[in-house]
């Protein structure tokens, strides 16, 4: 069982859609992180989200937390060919050192 | 300058051998860790350190052993290597808010091939 499932878990679009991930668990986490990965390189970060409700902006993508900090979802607008990569969520484990990773969501954006 | 770095980034070897992957960071941060992605892309913890004392060590076999010199480096050793050892394995630091790590900045990873 997983902690952050995340879905879709591979999604192909073309350039100019829209798109919405979700990363859900069962367990209340203090933050969220968003990470995107691109082939041969480290996941860099992309957002942190803290507060229930919480909503973030980075130009055309829009990060969710929700209410009862237990899930969160990214969302890009117009995506672009730049946009393809891995993107994973994460966050500390409530009460623990531990780290979790989603179980990603691969994105291609065709041009 | 590269925030965190890891060598080799590439590292064939065969089975039985002992091999080390070194990393280094530059951020000042407290806390370091050795995740390890699979070839579906799943990246796990093993270890954790923070300001050079383990405190995450995950059901990893004890044929992995973390060496943190200084909390800038963080090495991992490992013995005795198996086919199932061969997968992506990324060197991360962050630094502690509240008690609690959070935000990875990882290095370019370091893809081990055991044959």
């Known amino acids: 069982t997983q902690l952050l499932e995340q879905s879709p878990q591979f999604l192909s679009i073309q350039e100019g859609e829209n798109l919405t991930v979700y990363c859900n668990s069962s367990s209340v986490f203090s933050s969220l992180q968003w990470y995107r990965q691109e082939p041969g390189e480290g996941p860099v970060l992309l957002v942190t989200v803290v507060t229930g409700g919480e909503v973030k902006k980075l130009k055309r993508l829009t990060f969710q937390f929700g209410d009862a900090r237990k899930d969160s979802s990214l969302h890009i607008t117009a995506a672009q060919p730049g946009d393809t990569g891995l993107y994973l969520c994460?966050?500390?484990?409530?009460?623990?050192?531990?780290?979790?990773f989603g179980t990603g969501t691969r994105l291609k954006v065709l041009a | 300058d590269t925030a965190v770095s890891q060598t080799p980034k590439y590292l064939v070897t065969q089975m039985g051998n002992d091999k080390s992957i070194k990393c280094e960071q530059n951020l000042g941060h407290d806390t370091m860790y050795w995740y390890k992605q699979d070839s579906k892309k799943f990246l796990k913890i093993m270890f954790s350190?923070?300001?050079?004392?383990?405190?995450i060590n995950e059901t990893v076999p004890n044929r992995f052993s973390p060496k943190s010199p200084d909390k800038a480096h963080l090495n991992l050793h490992i013995n005795s290597l198996e086919l199932g050892d061969s997968a992506v394995y990324f060197c991360?630091?962050?630094?502690?808010?509240?008690?609690?790590?959070?935000?990875?900045?990882f290095g370019p990873g370091t893809r081990l091939t055991v044959t």
């Open positions: 994460a966050g500390p484990y409530s009460g623990t050192y531990k780290y979790i």
């Open positions: 991360a630091s962050s630094p502690r808010e509240a008690g609690w790590s959070y935000e990875q900045y």
């Open positions: 350190y923070n300001n050079k004392e383990l405190i």
